[in-house]
């Protein structure tokens, strides 16, 4: 299953596929100022008994490190907290959309039974720039590898410059049902 472009895919083979009692993780992630948090914020609004588990808490924690040693700390940090979470439901959000953390997620995921959905929010890199420029008065996002991005497969992918934030949530509820 791949479902790569939410604006020319359809998603409903998607939606069908995932049981409606299982316990789940939708796990939201994407490059800096993507829309992640607005997103899993106005979804914790309307879905009842979900846990929102917050990446940037772990980043923001583990502020006495440099950049590669506060990746690897907050990564691990999250991981940990997981294995504590009791929810039917549960929201994290965080950066990385591929590699080592991702595997971690869903070996968690398969040991606590719970269904796992992977959601990628992005937008072009001089829209992420403008939007952290606003928020942290800097531009810097980190590496972030766009064509890699658009090419991920078995994920909800959205463009949050091209999608009203309205949609995408419109979009992600549907994980709940």
């Not at 090419?151 to 992600?172: A, R």
Request: aromatic share 10%; glycine share 4%.
């Amino acid at each position: 299953m791949s479902i790569r472009k939410s604006h020319n895919v359809s998603r409903k083979n998607f939606w069908g596929k995932m049981r409606k009692d299982k316990k789940k993780m939708i796990y939201f992630s994407g490059p800096p100022c993507s829309g992640k948090s607005t997103i899993c914020k106005e979804l914790t609004k309307k879905i009842r008994n979900v846990e929102y588990v917050l990446g940037d808490k772990y980043w923001i924690k583990n502020d006495d490190c440099d950049f590669n040693r506060r990746r690897v700390r907050t990564n691990e940090d999250i991981l940990k907290s997981l294995w504590n979470k009791t929810s039917k439901s549960l929201l994290l959000e965080w950066v990385p959309y591929n590699g080592s953390f991702i595997s971690e997620l869903k070996k968690i995921c398969e040991e606590q039974r719970l269904e796992f959905n992977h959601v990628v929010i992005y937008a072009p890199k001089d829209i992420l720039e403008q939007r952290k420029l606003l928020r942290d008065k800097n531009k810097e996002l980190g590496p972030i590898n766009f064509e890699e991005i658009k090419k991920l497969e078995n994920v909800l992918l959205f463009d949050s410059s091209i999608e009203s934030l309205k949609s995408i949530v419109l979009e992600c509820e549907k994980l709940f049902d």
